[in-house]
């Protein structure tokens, strides 16, 4: 397994339009983040999956920004009428399942640079 | 909530030492820290997850004082290939594994 990948790695867009996002994490990771990071930034936290069931999302997130893992596997970030704010790196970590007295690293992908027109 | 980092940049001669802070006012779970560099996805360096737990990796050592809430990064005797932004996480207990990051301390190391 060579990692988490991401797909695509830049991607433009005109203002109103839809964009999805594809991370794979390593393929024995339950566990997938959804980060944003914008420049001068640490990585901003926007969600988070345990197998396929979302536990949280970040109060940040409008309802135009949509997750999934429908299969525990794969995940999707969708972002409904992108506005130019939405303008950043989104990136896609991943991890083994940690335990009460043990976390784990997240690895994460290389991202996908989004630029909103 | 963001923790904080200080400083937010320093620039080292190779060789020399640097340390990083990083400070939260919420009770923390686990302190994470990472590097990335220009244009890559940030690198796991540690975490830490007991009070007064220090941990290393080579020259690159930390340690988390769980009452204070702070962690501190020490880079020892740098190379040039230490250069790069370097982000703390935090966990706050029960926080699902979700991690704050920090804005980042950048930190180039110079010839």
């Known amino acids: 397994d060579t990692g988490v990948s991401q797909d695509p790695r830049h991607k433009i867009t005109k203002r109103g339009q839809n964009v999805t996002f594809r991370c794979d994490p390593i393929?024995?990771?339950?566990?997938l983040y959804w980060y944003r990071q914008t420049l001068g930034q640490g990585p901003e936290f926007l969600t988070y999956?345990?197998?396929?069931?979302?536990?949280?999302k970040s109060r940040l997130l409008s309802d135009r920004f949509s997750a999934e893992r429908p299969k525990g596997s794969f995940s999707t970030l969708e972002i409904q009428r992108t506005e130019q704010g939405d303008s950043a790196m989104y990136l896609c970590?991943?991890?083994?399942?940690?335990?009460?007295?043990?976390?784990?690293?997240?690895?994460f992908g290389q991202g996908t640079r989004l630029t909103v027109v | 909530q963001q923790p904080v980092q200080s400083p937010q940049a320093v620039i080292l001669r190779e060789g020399e030492d640097a340390v990083i802070n990083c400070s939260s006012s919420?009770?923390?779970?686990?302190v994470h820290w990472y590097r990335q560099k220009h244009g890559e996805a940030p690198v796991f360096l540690m975490i830490?997850?007991?009070?007064?737990e220090q941990k290393g990796h080579d020259k690159i050592s930390a340690s988390f004082n769980e009452k204070k809430q702070q962690s501190s990064l020490y880079l020892t005797a740098s190379q040039l290939s230490y250069s790069g932004t370097y982000f703390c996480?935090?966990?706050?207990?029960?926080?699902?594994?979700?991690?704050?990051f920090g804005i980042g301390t950048k930190l180039q190391v110079i010839p």
């Open positions: 970590a991943s991890s083994l399942p940690g335990t009460e007295r043990m976390n784990t690293e997240a690895f």
């Open positions: 393929s024995e990771h339950n566990r």
């Open positions: 999956f345990q197998n396929e069931a979302q536990l949280e």
């Open positions: 919420k009770a923390l779970y686990s």
């Open positions: 830490l997850l007991k009070g007064g």
């Open positions: 996480g935090t966990e706050m207990w029960g926080g699902y594994q979700k991690v704050t």
